[in-house]
């Protein structure tokens, strides 16, 4: 059997890490490692509206420092106070559309949200995807605002997915889109539409970085249909 040479054993060993390290880098299977804050913050701003026009609006809220969770932290969304919902679990802020002032929702509309906790302010902005459509013979969707992820999904009025798009989750998807005759099996059957899109910062809030620290905009739409 033929030996391998120290010189040649220290040159494929080199081409075998310069390999692995490539398919690692573009893959992103060694992304930089999240450096936590003391700070955490989640903020979520949603929007759903209901077949029947039953809308819900919120701004929700919640902030730990080392684990523990913070209840004298002072947000605002755009100037308007998110109170901490007294009497609760600890660490809840939260605004609805019910409230005075009452939280809202404009899709193309850029929302600044700001946490004051212990001295220092942080704050993050972003701008609210949607203002959903669905034309007359129910084939097409579209919305005002594309998003960091969106999707379609199409059901029997309390049954089974007929349509669905995107297949892999969480992902983007753009307006408009095509429904086709084969998410209405069929005829004479009622549907359920479900059109969601979302923008979406993970793992950091302003300066704030880690697991726990994130901020989404969503909106939600639910139609019901007779085809």
């Not at 992103?28 to 077949?51: K, M, N």
Request: glycine share 8%; with cysteine.
């Amino acid at each position: 059997m033929k030996r391998i040479n120290l010189y040649t054993l220290i040159g494929l060993m080199a081409i075998l890490i310069c390999i692995s390290s490539c398919s690692k880098k573009d893959n992103g299977s060694l992304d930089e490692p999240v450096v936590t804050t003391p700070v955490q913050v989640e903020a979520e701003i949603s929007r759903s509206v209901l077949y029947d026009g039953t809308t819900n609006i919120e701004y929700y809220f919640t902030v730990w420092d080392n684990n523990v969770l913070v209840n004298n932290a002072t947000i605002t969304v755009n100037g308007i106070n998110v109170p901490r919902v007294v009497g609760f679990i600890d660490g809840y802020y939260d605004l609805r559309e019910y409230d005075n002032p009452a939280a809202s929702y404009v899709p193309g509309q850029t929302y600044t949200a700001s946490v004051q906790y212990n001295g220092k302010t942080y704050t993050e902005s972003m701008k609210a995807p949607g203002g959903f459509a669905l034309n007359s013979d129910y084939t097409k969707i579209q919305w005002d605002q594309n998003g960091t992820y969106a999707t379609l999904d199409i059901y029997y009025l309390y049954g089974s997915t007929t349509y669905t798009v995107p297949s892999t989750r969480p992902s983007a998807l753009t307006s408009p889109q095509t429904i086709p005759s084969k998410a209405y099996p069929t005829s004479g059957s009622t549907y359920t539409i479900h059109g969601w899109v979302q923008n979406s910062k993970k793992k950091s809030f302003g300066s704030l970085s880690g697991d726990n620290s994130y901020m989404t905009v969503t909106d939600f739409k639910e139609w019901r249909v007779a085809k």
